[in-house]
């Protein structure tokens, strides 16, 4: 069968080997090899397609933090705007009502200051006295000497202290806010929410470091608006009053978590032991009495000396 055996010989048939099948057998492979890696027009293209969605990504990164600073310079600027527009919880709800509990603060700081200068004294006791006979006097111009009466007032001119004490700290004014601080002392103890802390914290907020001012309003405020003054001074080392008025420390200022305390009557403090033992012949004639009681007290001596 002749054509079977064409067949097996066909099938059995080796190429030729030689100079023109090894180029054709390369021609291959390079074109598979250029067929992965695709014609130069086509690099450059996918090239160009990821430089462009990195441009992309890149632009949209900026937009994003475009708008991120646009919302924070927003947010500021309502902050800002609140600051400016918020009462600190005062609301007067009349035009009488808001003119007196300013002509309280007026009366009460002029009378504090004649105080202090008539008498050119600078011991604790006597300034103390000077704050108490201030409020006495602001209570007498104001027509609140009735008890009843000053309690009633009382609510309202603390709060326009605060208010008013609050607005001087956003100012950059802080020291005139501390005879506010004092009075919104005072009238929250006429309205017997606070027990009478004695001269040592009217001392600290007439004399104290700022850190102790602005926490004393914070505390006491229904709005937000001196956290951010708060965060700036809550660094500063809270500072006391030494009692003893022959401290040798530099206006008798001392850090307070490492002062003495009277534990006769826990509203005095010390910078040491020495200066309490130096103080004491004097401070035992007083201890734990009020503010009121120490200006009976000196008004009486200066009575008998004439």
């Given at each position: 069968?002749?054509?079977?055996?064409?067949?097996?010989?066909?099938?059995?048939?080796?190429?030729?080997?030689?100079?023109?099948?090894?180029?054709?057998?390369?021609?291959?492979?390079?074109?598979?090899?250029?067929?992965?890696?695709?014609?130069?027009?086509?690099?450059?293209?996918?090239?160009?397609?990821?430089?462009?969605?990195?441009?992309?990504?890149?632009?949209?990164?900026?937009?994003?933090?475009?708008?991120?600073?646009?919302?924070?310079?927003?947010?500021?600027?309502?902050?800002?705007?609140?600051?400016?527009?918020?009462?600190?919880?005062?609301?007067?709800?009349?035009?009488?009502?808001?003119?007196?509990?300013?002509?309280?603060?007026?009366?009460?700081?002029?009378?504090?200051?004649?105080?202090?200068?008539?008498?050119?004294?600078?011991?604790l006791y006597v300034r103390c006295h000077s704050v108490t006979l201030a409020f006495e006097t602001a209570c007498r111009s104001m027509g609140t000497t009735n008890?009843?009466?000053?309690?009633?007032?009382?609510?309202?001119?603390?709060?326009?202290?605060?208010?008013?004490?609050?607005?001087?700290?956003?100012?950059?004014?802080?020291?005139?806010?501390?005879?506010?601080?004092?009075?919104?002392?005072?009238?929250?103890?006429?309205?017997?929410?606070?027990?009478?802390?004695?001269?040592?914290?009217?001392?600290?907020?007439?004399?104290?470091?700022?850190?102790?001012?602005?926490?004393?309003?914070?505390?006491?405020?229904?709005?937000?608006?001196?956290?951010?003054?708060?965060?700036?001074?809550?660094?500063?080392?809270?500072?006391?009053?030494?009692?003893?008025?022959?401290?040798?420390?530099?206006?008798?200022?001392?850090?307070?978590?490492?002062?003495?305390?009277?534990?006769?009557?826990?509203?005095?403090?010390?910078?040491?032991?020495?200066?309490?033992?130096?103080?004491?012949p004097v401070h035992k004639e007083f201890c734990g009495l009020t503010a009121e009681e120490l200006g009976a007290m000196y008004f009486n001596e200066r009575a008998?000396?004439?």
């Amino acid at each position: 069968m002749p054509s079977k055996k064409k067949k097996s010989k066909a099938k059995g048939k080796k190429p030729a080997a030689g100079k023109g099948g090894a180029n054709k057998a390369a021609d291959n492979a390079a074109a598979v090899e250029q067929q992965k890696k695709g014609t130069p027009l086509d690099s450059e293209m996918q090239r160009l397609r990821i430089g462009d969605k990195q441009g992309g990504d890149n632009e949209d990164d900026a937009l994003l933090e475009e708008a991120i600073k646009l919302a924070a310079v927003e947010e500021q600027e309502m902050k800002l705007k609140e600051k400016e527009n918020c009462t600190h919880g005062y609301n007067p709800s009349s035009t009488f009502q808001a003119r007196f509990c300013e002509g309280y603060l007026k009366t009460f700081t002029e009378s504090y200051h004649s105080a202090i200068t008539l008498r050119g004294e600078n011991e604790l006791y006597v300034r103390c006295h000077s704050v108490t006979l201030a409020f006495e006097t602001a209570c007498r111009s104001m027509g609140t000497t009735n008890a009843s009466r000053n309690r009633s007032n009382a609510e309202r001119v603390n709060t326009f202290c605060l208010a008013e004490g609050t607005k001087f700290i956003l100012d950059g004014k802080s020291d005139d806010a501390r005879l506010p601080a004092l009075l919104a002392l005072i009238t929250k103890s006429v309205r017997g929410k606070m027990p009478d802390s004695g001269p040592q914290k009217m001392m600290e907020l007439l004399d104290g470091d700022e850190h102790t001012l602005v926490q004393f309003f914070r505390k006491q405020l229904p709005c937000s608006c001196l956290d951010e003054k708060y965060s700036e001074v809550k660094s500063i080392t809270k500072m006391g009053i030494c009692y003893n008025d022959d401290c040798p420390l530099p206006d008798r200022m001392a850090i307070r978590r490492s002062m003495l305390c009277c534990t006769g009557c826990r509203k005095v403090n010390y910078c040491s032991r020495k200066c309490q033992e130096a103080d004491w012949p004097v401070h035992k004639e007083f201890c734990g009495l009020t503010a009121e009681e120490l200006g009976a007290m000196y008004f009486n001596e200066r009575a008998h000396t004439g």
